[in-house]
Each structure stands twice: as C-alpha cells, then as structure tokens.
C-alpha cells in the first residue's frame, strides 16, 4: 500500500517562502504524476500545482502562479513545493497527492487515489 509523507509547514510572516516535501513510498508504480492540493477552513479543496512523473510538464492554479514552484527529483518519487511572496490568502492544509495521471488530467483531485495526512501552512499579515 503506497504512502505519501508530508514536511516543512509551518507558520511565516506575509512575504516570506516555505518548502513543502513529498515522499511517496511503497508504490509499485514509477510513472506517478504528483501534485498539491490545499483546503482552507470552510473551503473546499483546491489545486494548487502538479508535476508529471518526467518532471517536464508542470501545472499551476492561477492564484500562485509566479510565486510557487513544483520540482522533483529525476526518477524519484519525491515532489517539493517551493512557495514564496506567501500571502495569508495562502493559509490552508496543503496535501500531497500522487496516481498515475495523464498530464491533462493532473490538476483534477478525482483522479488521484493517494494521499497524504497534510501540512498546515499559516500566513500572518
């Protein structure tokens, strides 16, 4: 049974940078696309970005583009999130998720069957 470990939430002022970790383990499969998902409190879960297994094609919900970046390491299942110019706006628990997507299907959640536990990310004004 395939599990998603998640690190490096935490608490940050308006303006500041965070990185986020993934680590999937377990999976029989290499050809996992990866993304994050965020859900603040009486919201409903969001896409935030995702990563195609090659790490060639990278997707970005607009609210962060240009702030966030999502990586990973040439044929690791591990993604990161690298979240700057952070807004309180961006308050959420940030989640992990992995499957094997078609690249025009990774920024839908109802395609991804694994998930992580989550991270809470704060952002103060």
């Known amino acids: 049974q395939g599990q998603l470990i998640e690190s490096g939430g935490g608490w940050v002022q308006a303006g500041g940078s965070l990185r986020l970790t993934c680590a999937a383990s377990?999976?029989?499969?290499?050809?996992?696309?990866m993304g994050w998902f965020r859900q603040a409190p009486g919201k409903e879960r969001e896409f935030v970005a995702a990563i195609s297994w090659s790490g060639k094609d990278t997707y970005y919900a607009e609210p962060v583009k240009g702030r966030f970046t999502i990586s990973r390491e040439n044929g690791e299942n591990t993604v990161y999130l690298q979240m700057n110019g952070l807004k309180p706006e961006d308050t959420a628990v940030y989640y992990c998720?992995?499957?094997?997507?078609?690249?025009?299907?990774?920024?839908?959640?109802?395609?991804?069957?694994?998930w992580g536990q989550g991270t809470q990310v704060t952002v103060s004004s």
């Open positions: 377990g999976h029989t499969s290499s050809t996992l696309a």
């Open positions: 998720a992995a499957d094997v997507v078609v690249i025009p299907k990774m920024s839908e959640m109802r395609h991804y069957d694994y």
